[in-house]
């Protein structure tokens, strides 16, 4: 009987060390520098001509030859390959009379090499190809938005491609993603504006895509090829397969595909500023599809240039707003400056740092000081919350679902399910805030994002088993606010440095009427000493010699002269000296 189990089991399936290969190509672990073959694809009797039996234990010129092994050590001597799989070569088995495209990358201390087979007409039709991706992006740089740039994307690909699907793929915070862009046959439903879970593309898968720029697979019913032997000696455990491009995928993934209706899939990585930010998703629901590596390289490059367009497809998008910021982050800032109040000057202010971002209520804290305008949770929250920032590493932090990181949110969500800060410095929890409420949206699920997961025991082995349901689901989402945008994050990093700026600069001034007060101060008492010295010396003249003519005349000449010297002592004021 199926057993309930926990979403998390899917993050913890290592699929990278899935010690098979798809059967549209084979690979061969080779130790180093021998290029010795201690590892071998089942089929490599039927794909390369040669069986693991033959090849195991042998270098790698068995298959290639003297020649085309020189130059493989030739390419690999230049190439450091960790972290990546490149085309080294084309190459012919010395036991068949067909050419393959080779592919190499490091693992662990070993070198995998991937055979596939050059499809000769794709070879020859390669210019042709790279003539259309380059009207492709022709096309591409002309959109005027980030949406229009995607949509586009997705239309070009599937002409490239002739997939009966292609959508673009945006993740969310919480792994969850949606259907944002799609091109898609007549004859099929369309999965436009659909949201599905984070389980759906677990942990491990979404890492893996980050690494790599493509995966292909061609027929969803395949029947995986083992590595012969499971284990070797020079290996601790199984072969790590993260940049294998015929790495064997999960049975919970083909699966899942099953219960879709697709029999071959593309998958391209969107990355943005170097993280995953989306996919775009290629499927074929009619038959199997194999897409040659000259049309796959083809793809590929449009993924890169669609990852380094993205920001400025979104920078144009919200040009306007971009400079509306940009206007007002420069005038408070000279305001700043001319007022040069300190901190009296940053509550003035107030208003217009709220004014100008997309804002619900904003927040200042300096000194243990907490001043808030417009729509905020209580001061207790609001102190509460900064406390918890000011156990974070990091002086930025961006939220829309302020609950999901912070869960005594859940408290105020309708004032703040959106959250911007950033904090002056390490030292202190002195900083800004702003706030944004929550909206509630209905949300288009996929099938139930509730809905967990089961396993299968048979033959005494648990795995994961796909959900099969994939029915729209309706959700009313709580706790969100909008998303910040990049342009908004960047308004508040680059008001937090004019602002330290200022203080820097105030303080400085500070410093400097300081010091100038000191060297005044200073002055002041030499000016006092020397007076008082040059005062001194003449009245010890004069008290010296009436002391003279008391000793000289007596009594008479001591009253006289004691009248003399209390005269001497008065000043031009009628004051005693």
Known sequence: MPTVVDFSDCDREQIQYAGAIQPHGALLVLQEPALRIIQASANTGDYLGLPPEVLLGQ??????????????????????????????????????????????????????????????????????????????????????????????????????????????????????????????????????????????????????????????????????????????????????????????????????????????????????????????????????????????????????????QMGAKETQEHYAYRLRLAAASGQLLDTLLKAGAGEHALLDAGPELMSALDADGAAWLSEDRLTLWGHTPAESEVRALVQWLATRDDLHFVSHQLALDYPPAERFRTLASGVLAVRLSHAASDGLMWFRREILQSVDWAGDPNMPMETDDHDGEVRLLPRTSFALWKETACGQAHPWLDCEIEHAGELRRGILEFIMGHTEQLRRKNSELVQSNLELDTFAYAASHDLKEPLRGIHSIVQFVQDDDGGDCRKRADSAWQLSCVSPTGWMI
Not at 95 to 112: I, K
Not at 264 to 289: E, Q, Y
Not at 290 to 306: F, K, Q
């Open 59 to 308: 270098g790698i010129e068995r298959l290639l030859g003297d020649e085309a092994t020189a130059a493989l050590r030739t390419r690999l001597a230049s190439h450091d390959l960790s972290g990546m799989l490149l085309h080294l070569m084309s190459v012919r088995s010395s036991a068949r009379n067909e050419c393959f495209h080779l592919f190499g990358n490091r693992a662990d201390g070993l070198l995998l090499l991937e055979f596939e087979r050059r499809d000769e007409q794709a070879h020859t039709g390669a210019p042709d190809l790279y003539q259309e991706v380059h009207n492709t992006l022709q096309r591409l740089q002309a959109a005027a938005s980030l949406q229009a740039f995607l949509q586009l994307a997705v239309v070009e690909i599937r002409a490239l491609t002739g997939f009966d699907r292609v959508m673009a793929y945006r993740f969310a915070a919480d792994g969850s993603g949606e259907v944002i862009a799609e091109s898609v046959a007549a004859n099929l439903e369309t999965y436009l504006g659909l949201h599905y879970p984070a389980v759906d593309i677990p942990e491990p898968a979404r890492r893996l895509f980050a690494l790599s720029w493509l995966r292909h697979l061609p027929d969803v019913d395949y029947v995986p090829i083992p590595l012969l032997p499971a284990l070797t000696a020079e290996s601790a455990g199984p072969v790590d397969l993260s940049y294998s491009f015929l790495r064997s995928v999960s049975v919970t993934y083909s699966g899942y595909l099953k219960n879709m209706g697709v029999k071959a899939t593309l998958v391209t990585t969107l990355l943005k500023d170097g993280r995953l930010w989306g996919l775009i998703s290629c499927m074929n629901h009619a038959a199997p599809r194999y897409l040659p590596y000259e049309t796959r390289i083809a793809v590929e490059c449009l993924a890169h240039m669609l990852s380094l």
